[in-house]
């Protein structure tokens, strides 16, 4: 049992202050009668809420799938710059979201934004071997020896050694690399330490979530059911 107070702050995305005057002013419903008291108490997902006529429909969690910009930064609050989580548009808002894993400011593609930090720590863990994909537009080409470092694990410059990789090369001095970790700049040290320098970079994919042609940059939605059973099938 939870509280209704609690339960209808955390859906609408309201204080709990708000949401206790909001049914002592009889705007919730449960099971199609009008309640009053906030602390009742609720038997969720067995129990039925309303709100000022509408269903309400009960969610733990929210998964949102956004297509980054270049420029915000993946965090959940800052001072001074943009974040991802301050595009997420008011109707899918709620409290204590935050990206699950980071992307570099002028990395762009998809994120997941959650309030969910088990599946974060799913996808994020580099022991759950989740990879993301990535495009990358760089200043040269990639070799068959580039292939076969990526593969037995690059050596960056500070001798840290990544995990292996899969790097495929793309026309136009582009290619594709699935990496399962996600060390500071990653991507971009693991090709310096090829020799080569990274122009533009793009998260296409998380296991096997790929971005929505449709979705623009700074555009989100949240995922479906499918979608995210997609993250751990690749």
Not at 7 to 18: H, V
Not at 38 to 66: A, C, T, W
Not at 169 to 197: C, D, T, W
């Amino acid at each position: 049992m939870q509280r209704l107070d609690k339960i209808i702050a955390l859906q609408l995305n309201i204080s709990r202050s708000d949401a206790k005057s909001d049914i002592r002013k009889g705007f919730v419903t449960l099971n199609g009668e009008r309640v009053y008291e906030p602390s009742k108490g609720v038997d969720l997902p067995n129990d039925r809420l309303g709100y000022k006529g509408q269903p309400l429909f009960y969610k733990e969690h929210v998964y949102i799938i956004m297509n980054k910009p270049m420029g915000v930064l993946s965090a959940s609050s800052d001072k001074s710059r943009k974040t991802v989580v301050d595009l997420v548009p008011d109707r899918l808002k709620r409290k204590n979201l935050f990206p699950a894993g980071r992307l570099d400011k002028d990395t762009t593609g998809l994120i997941i934004i959650t309030d969910d930090g088990d599946f974060a720590h799913k996808i994020i863990s580099p022991k759950k071997n989740v990879f993301k994909t990535y495009k990358a537009e760089l200043d040269g080409a990639v070799s068959d020896d580039m292939i076969k470092i990526f593969a037995d694990g690059v050596v960056l410059a500070d001798g840290t050694l990544c995990k292996p990789a899969i790097l495929r090369p793309l026309p136009e001095n582009s290619a594709e690399i699935k990496i399962s970790e996600g060390r500071y700049h990653q991507i971009k040290r693991m090709f310096g330490a090829v020799g080569l320098g990274v122009n533009t970079l793009e998260r296409r994919a998380i296991g096997g979530l790929t971005l929505p042609p449709e979705l623009g940059y700074g555009e989100c939605r949240e995922l479906s059911d499918t979608e995210i059973a997609a993250i751990y099938v690749d």
